[in-house]
């Protein structure tokens, strides 16, 4: 058997879709690996560019979502009014004009921060050649530890380069090492595309250190939209921070330009690096200056400094593995050690059955990145250096924790009709329910600027979010008035939301990430649980059903629906007076509107047995609405209807299956004509696609059990990049990161998710008791392998081993005493499964009688 834990080159990146990232969940790093410094550079002389980013790093304020213009409750009334006329008369053109007049402004932008230069030459050598970026060199990311390398030779000898972003302290360490016994010429200098205030040197006597204080912009509108980057005086209405570099070395300090730092003959140095800014959490108003910024920094170094390299490296090794080794998939293949992973990448798609078929490790290479970059942006941590509550994070957006440019693409931000979603979609199932809690953390924040909104637009109780938001909370509709209502309006984001602390609960969370913890005190896990449903996920369900139960109006038929509707990012086709077609997008009555709805009033009222309030008010009103929402059926070509008229699609191959929504993430049970409907619709929709709607679609079809079918969409998703295909056509960049294109994220910590959900599945109950399916969609080009501590509802972990695509071992383990149903192969067995104990299953009776063992 072979694990995938490594990502290996034998060149510096040219650019930073070859760069490779660290992260701590605050602190993230792109790191360049030492460009050659063009000839004439004494030395061997070497660049390295470390591309540093701060979770907390956006534009704006709370004040952002308080910008002109404002709505009344007539103004918004009367919108809303005439858009429904518009759609009841059928004038849907009309109606989509309208609805553009409802939109507010746009969400805010994460943002880069810093980049640290750091130049390497050997000391003394004024003779030696220009570094060749191939010779002897080597770069790598160690998945499993979290520590990135570089080993170059100059003149014959060795240099290396390793970091690594400790987590608490949050530092960026930096370890350069020599055998030359001249040593090596070392120059650190930072800069920033942001504002810089000020730059600093060391505040008092001590080690060398560098830093910029900084200030964040008032206002970054995202690039598609146009318009500048402003800053403003009012100190309120963005953030400031800071970031500061020190080192230790073995060498001689030298003099430097531009305020950075120089150091001679040094044979090692250590470089701690770390930011800071003004942001106080999650939807609150920043507080303080780039200069207290800077001041809490250098306290953070400070503590690094003392603690010394080599017991942060073990702190950080420890608590790394605390969540990357919760879960392991391994899958059999030819041996690719040291291979450079760009051309084992494109090696595997020349093969004529596509890459997996090649190099079936890939897949479990990309599952283990996959979870590695979630770990990377998406962490609690420790107070900072200011003291006052632990930093809960801000939730893995578009890009993770990592961008380079001051309007990323779709603003690098929190897009909520399925990428942020899909960020968490491999949390639960993979250990990982603790990198779930700045999403948590942005859902309570949510809550109150989404009240404000519902009132404000909808005349509403609840709370309602749209389609973008921020680390402010934004929760109105984007636009400007200018944009279409296919993904300006879209009010259903809190329905959703609310999915991932239900799906939490499911899962058993929130206990330990290890059973043998949750053994230790089960009370204690018991009682966590009971606090987070009661005081989490209730009063965030309640509040979405509420916003759900007023945003619902009765129709002619006496039937509940929702109008103006949309479906995200899709649109139909609406006739035109004069018989021509036209786009449109609004309706009534979305196929994932009542989804989401239903799906609220479900999990309200399970929660309410659970808590022992089934005689709340809210739940009485849902209960009474329940009943009245119109069912999802097959509609036009046997598609599943993504509006309830069920008009013609104008595009039938949208990357977007909103409707499709029941299936996965939902857990609606399929009738036969259900699925089939689901099945027709992701015929009709096609394969071919964005990279995170590649990643949506396996995980469809692992549900609808077509292994074959997610063979074609892997075959798909794990194409080389470096080809140009043009369109949304998604795929694999050379440090793995996913291809929207241009980069996504949500690609890569989808796919975990994805694989997961192939392997195992357990949203389905039999008379009330857990299913856990095995194997229910392994695909054919993975034929060889074991999976290790999956997660299974409620709470079970589930070991897996296979040979030749059959089950061979699967045993599975409980924290508490519970009766399962494990389903393989169109074979149910019931299973008593007592405490901790693992249960060792017997494959042997879930073989059909005359079919071979």
């Given at each position: ?12 990146a ?14 993230g ?21 470390f ?72 000391s ?95 206002d ?77 920094a ?95 994070g ?38 990982l ?95 966590a ?26 129709l ?89 008229a069920?008009?013609e ?25 259900l ?20 990643t ?7 549900r ?17 990049m ?16 996913g ?44 034929p ?70």
């Amino acid at each position: 058997m072979r694990t995938e834990h490594t990502l290996a080159y034998d060149s510096p990146a040219a650019n930073w879709l070859e760069a490779l990232p660290l992260g701590n969940g605050r602190l993230g790093a792109m790191v360049f690996g030492g460009r050659a410094l063009p000839e004439g550079a004494a030395g061997g002389a070497r660049e390295h560019l470390f591309q540093l980013n701060d979770g907390s790093a956006w534009s704006g304020s709370p004040h952002s979502q308080d910008l002109q213009p404002h709505f009344s409750r007539e103004r918004a009334d009367r919108i809303l009014a005439e858009t429904r006329r518009l759609i009841l008369e059928g004038d849907f053109t009309s109606a989509h004009e309208t609805l553009k007049e409802l939109q507010h402004r746009h969400a805010q932008s994460y943002l880069p921060f810093a980049d640290l230069f750091l130049t390497i030459a050997l000391s003394g050598d004024q003779g030696s050649p220009a570094a060749a970026d191939h010779a002897g060199y080597s770069r790598s990311l160690d998945l499993a530890r979290a520590v990135n390398s570089a080993r170059y030779e100059v003149d014959g000898r060795t240099v290396s380069v390793e970091a690594f972003a400790s987590h608490d302290p949050s530092v960026l360490v930096i370890t350069v090492e020599t055998e030359a016994p001249q040593g090596l010429d070392l120059t650190l200098r930072l800069d920033s595309q942001l504002r810089i205030l000020r730059r600093t040197g060391a505040p008092t006597a001590g080690p060398s250190s560098t830093g910029l204080e900084l200030k964040l912009p008032s206002d970054v509108p995202p690039s598609h939209d146009g318009g500048a980057v402003e800053y403003s005086d009012d100190d309120s209405l963005s953030l400031q921070g800071a970031v500061v570099a020190a080192w230790e070395h073995s060498g001689t300090e030298a003099a430097a330009d531009d305020g950075g730092l120089a150091a001679t003959g040094a044979r090692r140095a250590v470089l701690y690096v770390t930011t800071e800014t003004t942001f106080r959490g999650l939807g609150r108003q920043p507080e303080g200056t780039a200069a207290e910024a800077a001041h809490a920094a250098h306290k953070t170094l400070a503590t690094a400094m003392a603690a010394g390299p080599e017991a942060l490296l073990a702190r950080h090794e420890i608590s790394h593995a605390e969540l990357y080794d919760a879960c392991s998939v391994t899958i059999n293949g030819p041996a690719w050690a040291g291979v450079n992973t760009a051309q084992r990448l494109a090696a595997a798609n020349t093969h004529p059955e596509g890459p997996l078929a090649a190099d079936p490790g890939l897949a479990a290479l990309l599952f283990n990145y996959g979870r590695y970059l979630l770990i990377s942006s998406s962490r609690t941590g420790a107070a900072g250096a200011r003291g006052g509550t632990a930093w809960r994070g801000t939730p893995a957006n578009l890009q993770g924790i990592w961008n380079h440019q001051l309007q990323a693409p779709w603003s690098s931000n929190f897009t909520t009709n399925i990428n942020l979603q899909m960020n968490y979609w491999g949390a639960e199932p993979t250990g990982l329910a603790p990198c779930a809690e700045p999403l948590f953390a942005l859902i309570e924040a949510l809550q109150e600027t989404g009240a404000a909104t519902a009132r404000e637009y909808y005349g509403a109780r609840g709370w309602a979010v749209h389609h973008n938001s921020d680390i402010w909370g934004y929760s109105k509709p984007v636009g400007h008035g200018s944009h279409s209502p296919e993904w300006s309006f879209w009010p259903m984001a809190g329905l959703w939301l609310v999915r991932h602390l239900w799906e939490h609960l499911r899962f058993g969370a929130p206990g330990s990430t290890r059973l043998d913890a949750a053994k230790a005190d089960a009370a204690k896990a018991d009682a966590a649980r009971e606090r987070f449903a009661r005081h989490t996920a209730w009063p965030a369900i309640r509040g979405a059903a509420e916003f759900a139960l007023d945003l619902l109006r009765e129709l002619p038929d006496g039937t509940l629906g929702t109008s103006p509707s949309t479906s995200p990012e899709n649109s139909f086709t609406a006739p035109r007076p004069d018989g021509s077609n036209a786009r449109a997008a609004a309706a009534e009555s979305s196929t994932m509107d009542l989804t989401l709805i239903r799906d609220v009033f479900l999990m309200l009222g399970s929660l309410a047995e659970d808590l022992g309030v089934e005689e709340d008010p809210v739940l009485a009103e849902a209960k009474a609405a329940l009943s009245r929402l119109p069912e999802p059926v097959p509609g036009r070509g046997g598609r599943l209807r993504e509006w309830l008229a069920d008009p013609e699609e104008w595009e039938p191959e949208h990357r977007h299956v909103s409707h499709l929504y029941l299936a996965y993430p939902g857990d609606t049970p399929l009738t036969p004509a259900l699925e089939a409907a689901v099945g027709t619709s992701l015929d009709g929709r096609g394969d071919e696609s964005t990279g995170w709607s590649l990643t949506w679609k396996i995980l469809l079809r692992a549900r609808l059990h077509q292994p074959d079918k997610v063979s074609d969409l892997l075959r798909l998703y794990f194409r080389d990049m470096a080809t140009d295909r043009g369109g949304q056509s998604g795929g694999l960049y050379p440090n793995l990161f996913g291809a929207h294109p241009p980069f996504q994220i949500d690609g890569n910590l989808g796919f975990v998710g994805g694989l997961a959900e192939c392997l195992v599945q357990s949203h389905r109950t039999s008379n009330g008791m857990p299913e856990i399916e095995l194997l229910p969609a392994l695909p054919r080009e993975l034929p060889d392998g074991a999976a290790h501590r999956l997660r299974a509802r409620p709470g079970v972990e589930v070991d897996l081993e296979w040979h030749d695509g059959q089950l061979t071992g699967a045993a599975l383990t409980s924290p508490t005493a519970r009766d399962v149903l494990v389903r393989h192969r169109g074979t149910a067995r019931e299973l008593h499964l007592e405490p901790h104990q693992a249960t060792i299953l017997n494959v042997a009776s879930f073989i059909p009688a005359g079919e071979p063992a």
